[in-house]
Nanobody, 124 residues
């Protein structure tokens, strides 16, 4: 089993920054991807970013490229999402997730474990 705990959400003005953290515990040694997804009220859960646990290759959805950076600290079993130049449309609950198998990293159905989510609110 794997447990994921997000932190770092909050309220920020447009143009500001936040850093989200996702601490993983349990049987994380066979992880393939760690991903961040977000869900705004009344909308589906959308892919934001993912990173290969081994090698650190990162992937982003187009709307956050150049503004968000995903990184990981293998020694701490923690993944981060640095969010800069935040916009009101970034407002959502952000979830981290872990995938055991290398597959389509942007598909939420390919992830095996999920955190509880952390709220990010960007005011205009």
């Amino acid at each position: 089993q794997v447990q994921l705990v997000e932190s770092g959400g909050g309220l920020v003005q447009a143009g500001g920054s936040l850093r989200l953290s996702c601490a993983a515990s349990g049987r994380t040694f066979s992880s393939a991807f760690m991903g961040w997804f977000r869900q705004a009220p009344g909308k589906e859960r959308d892919f934001v970013a993912a990173i290969r646990w081994s090698g650190g290759v990162a992937y982003y959805t187009d709307s956050v490229k150049g503004r968000f950076t995903i990184s990981r600290d293998n020694a701490k079993n923690t993944v981060y999402l640095q969010m800069n130049s935040l916009k009101p449309e970034d407002t959502a609950v952000y979830y981290c997730a872990l995938a055991r198998i290398y597959s389509a990293y942007a598909e939420s159905s390919n992830y095996d474990y999920w955190g509880q989510g952390t709220q990010v609110t960007v005011s205009s």
